[in-house]
């Protein structure tokens, strides 16, 4: 069952504008050191932490708060698996909103797309919940989240 949908659009060169007033306390502000790390890395460094500053915002809309009731930044991040898929890891409040959201019994798992087209960044984020018991069957998504009784 679909718990959450988001998207989010965000500008490159307005995210440019930004590292290149702010340098590392935007950086250190909104992204963790893997996101860092990762855009640091690429060819257009400000085209990939656009891209996470989108699914940032669209997690937090699929979480059904938007940026606000206590999620930081941080508390969202992206990294990505081994075939290079995009992933949402979440914890502090948005961990504890994703737990409140999904139902006992099952998993919860946020699934990311990225792309960008100059000057373009846009993700999408779907939040899926599952019985427990189908779990085991599912291919490697990313992180997930259990709903336990307290």
């Given at each position: 069952m679909i718990l959450g949908i988001g998207t989010d659009l965000a500008n490159i060169e307005r995210i440019q504008n930004a590292l290149d007033r702010f340098g590392d306390r935007f950086r250190n502000r909104v992204f963790t050191a893997t996101e860092q790390a990762r855009s640091e890395r690429m060819k257009e460094p400000a085209a990939?932490?656009?891209?996470?500053?989108?699914a940032k915002e669209a997690c937090s809309k699929a979480l059904?708060?938007?940026?606000?009731?206590?999620?930081a930044w941080k508390d969202m991040a992206v990294t990505n698996l081994a075939s290079g898929?995009?992933?949402?890891e979440v914890?502090?409040?948005a961990?504890?909103?994703?737990?409140?959201?999904?139902?006992?019994g099952y998993l919860a798992?946020?699934?990311v797309s990225l792309t960008d087209d100059h000057p373009w960044a846009q993700a999408f984020v779907v939040i899926e919940a599952v019985p427990d018991?189908?779990?085991a069957d599912r291919p490697d998504v990313g992180p997930a989240a259990r709903r336990t009784l307290s």
């Open positions: 990939t932490y656009a891209k996470r500053w989108a059904g708060t938007g940026l606000r009731m206590g999620i898929q995009p992933v949402m914890t502090g409040w961990h504890e909103r994703l737990v409140q959201m999904t139902p006992e798992t946020i699934h018991r189908q779990e």
